[in-house]
């Protein structure tokens, strides 16, 4: 007789991340125009099914495969060769065949283009490691090329970059933090000197370059004579590689050993003397790599709901297998109420993040008003910062809906949660984006396009709770305003300590009114009450974080004494 076989969980699946993601789907339903949806929708549903499916396992398989940096060559040549992971050589096909970068730039759906790339790449994002690192840049270098007028440096890189052929497909660093600073950029010591020859040659250290296996990299170097500071600056475009293939002079020090994001190869590297051109001329270079950084702050966005998403999929799966004191856990009232709390804060964050996406794709074809550009130049760190920390405390919480399982490496849970720290870090850092924001308001007419904006959505709904809700978000706008105006009189030093409050409210109040207008939408077109629930459940997480203001004085004895 055999013995009593011990019980074997069965593992959380993914179905088809496209025709299973609700939320994404009536959102593009509401938003674009039938015959749009109609021919997006296959290669929609075709990287869902990769996403679920096989690239999920290839994930899953390739757990372990790390970047590998040779630095010798057997007979002791300095080579720096940099493997990366065998995920990464497919993702990179698959990116390039399916047009991830070049959609917004072939324009074949107008305006939309853009939330067709995003929808794409949010699907793509959490089954193949980060590769939307070298992805984001490869966009933001693009578009800081187009909008340069370097009309030879266009020819050069821009149909490598928007290339559908993997043959032919660069992807592009963004070489920018220095040991000096990430945030301060300013502070940057890296030199450009000017050859007899006229080509200009660049010497310094960067000490985060991720993805540095690119064909290329934009970066931030001082012209020789040039002042200190951000505006001595410029942006230089360089090829890492000579004709023969070699590193043009760059020595690779190490791959950095990092939590999470552990498949991208991100190194610290010397520039010694590494042939460069200037982007647009010899200045200014923070303000010119500025178009790159809104792309990549997009794109860390979509990637934050990306993870959002792949971790309540795998719980609400894991949720149907998982007995526990007699019942599935998707029996547990606790245990959906955890879920539905999570799903809340997800739901907001993919309306938030893909209204952004609308407003860059309008910008392109010329669609925005002045005051609509003014919206887009606050909500690009507003998106950002605001969906970072949602997909970090949501990402942490599906781990702890797998009990011990989530903490274990090989159920593939663990990398979720690490890979989703770096979303409030890189790109710019939760504060460095508040104090953004704030400039943004400054510069414009943004603070009033979004007063604007959410009485426009009070006004799209009718059904009384979303009413309430619409209002609610409103009332914390309204309050920030008040509070932004009290704490300038009280001095700069009380504005900078309360940013962040006033950043988030604003990203959390724009959530609920977005989630408001869709749930009146669902309800009326799809019969689907769901949203509505979303927008409840939001509402009562809490949207105004201006109520709780710190006096300065207190937090700064209580932060370090
Ligand atoms: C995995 C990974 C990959 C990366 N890849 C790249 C890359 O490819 N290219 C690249 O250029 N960089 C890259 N970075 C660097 C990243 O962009 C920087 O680490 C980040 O911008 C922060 O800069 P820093 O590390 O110098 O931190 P600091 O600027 O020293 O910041 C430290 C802390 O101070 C806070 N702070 C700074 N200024 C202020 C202020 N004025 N008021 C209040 N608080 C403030 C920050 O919020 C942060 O909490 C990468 C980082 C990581 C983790």
Not at 177 to 192: M, N, R
Request: charged residues 20%.
């Amino acid at each position: 007789m055999p013995r009593n076989t011990p019980f074997t969980q069965p593992a959380p699946q993914l179905a088809n991340q496209y025709t299973d993601d609700r939320v994404l789907r009536s959102y593009l339903a509401r938003t674009l125009p039938p015959s749009v949806l109609r021919d997006i929708e296959p290669q929609l549903t075709e990287m869902g099914g990769l996403a679920g499916g096989p690239l999920y396992g290839f994930q899953l398989d390739d757990r372990l495969n790390f970047p590998q940096h040779t630095v010798f060559d057997p007979w002791g040549s300095r080579v720096d060769r940099i493997e990366v992971s065998p995920l990464w050589r497919a993702a990179e096909q698959l990116a390039a065949r399916h047009g991830l970068i070049a959609i917004p730039y072939e324009r074949a759906n107008g305006a939309w283009s853009r939330v067709h790339q995003f929808a794409l790449a949010y699907l793509f994002t959490a089954s193949t490691d980060v590769y939307n690192c070298p992805l984001a840049m490869s966009d933001g270098a693009a578009c800081a090329l187009s909008l340069s007028g370097n009309e030879s440096l266009m020819q050069r890189a821009l149909p490598h970059l928007t290339a559908r052929d993997p043959a032919e497909f660069w992807t592009s660093g963004q070489w920018m933090t220095e040991s000096t600073g990430g945030s301060d950029v300013g502070l940057t010591e890296t030199v450009a000197r000017h050859d007899s020859d006229g080509s200009w040659r660049l010497h310094g250290r960067k000490w985060f370059t991720s993805a540095v296996t690119s064909q290329m990299a934009l970066t931030l170097a001082r012209p020789e004579g040039n002042s200190a500071g951000a505006k001595g600056l410029a942006l230089f475009y360089l090829e890492t590689r000579d004709r023969q293939g070699r590193l043009d002079h760059i020595v690779v020090h190490r791959l950095k050993d990092k939590l999470g994001t552990r498949k991208v190869p991100t190194a610290e590297l010397t520039l010694e003397g590494t042939r460069a051109v200037p982007v647009q001329g010899l200045h200014d270079g923070v303000k010119h790599i500025a178009p790159m950084l809104n792309i990549t702050r997009t794109w860390n966005s979509v990637s934050a709901i990306a993870y959002m998403r792949r971790g309540i999929a795998l719980a609400r799966d894991y949720a149907r297998k998982r007995v526990a004191f007699g019942a599935p856990l998707a029996e547990k009232p606790l245990h959906l109420d955890t879920l539905a709390g999570m799903q809340a804060e997800f739901e907001a964050a993919l309306h938030l993040t893909f209204f952004l996406v609308e407003l860059i794709g309008r910008d392109e074809v010329g669609q925005l008003a002045s005051n609509e550009r003014d919206l887009l130049r606050l909500l690009t760190p507003i998106v950002k910062l605001t969906t970072a920390k949602q997909s970090v405390a949501v990402v942490s919480e599906a781990l702890e809906c797998f009990g011990g399982a989530g903490y274990v490496e090989d159920t593939g849970l663990p990398m979720l949660l690490r890979d989703s720290q770096v979303f409030p870090i890189w790109e710019g850092t939760t504060n460095v984006l508040s104090l953004d924001a704030l400039r943004a308001i400054n510069s414009g007419t943004a603070f009033e396009a979004l007063g604007s904006l959410l009485q426009d959505f009070a006004q799209s709904v009718t059904e009384p709770r979303l009413l309430t809700v619409a209002r609610q978000a409103q009332e914390a706008f309204a309050r920030a305003g008040r509070w932004l105006e009290g704490a300038a009189a009280n001095g700069s030093q009380v504005v900078e300590a309360g940013a962040r409050r006033f950043a988030l409210t604003l990203g959390r109040a724009l959530s609920l009114a977005l989630l408001a207008r869709h749930a009146q939408w669902a309800s009326d077109n799809e019969r689907d009450e769901r949203p509505l629930a979303a927008a409840l459940r939001f509402s009562r997480h809490g949207v105004d974080l201006i109520s709780a203001a710190e006096d300065v004085g207190m937090s700064r004895s209580l932060a370090l004494d």
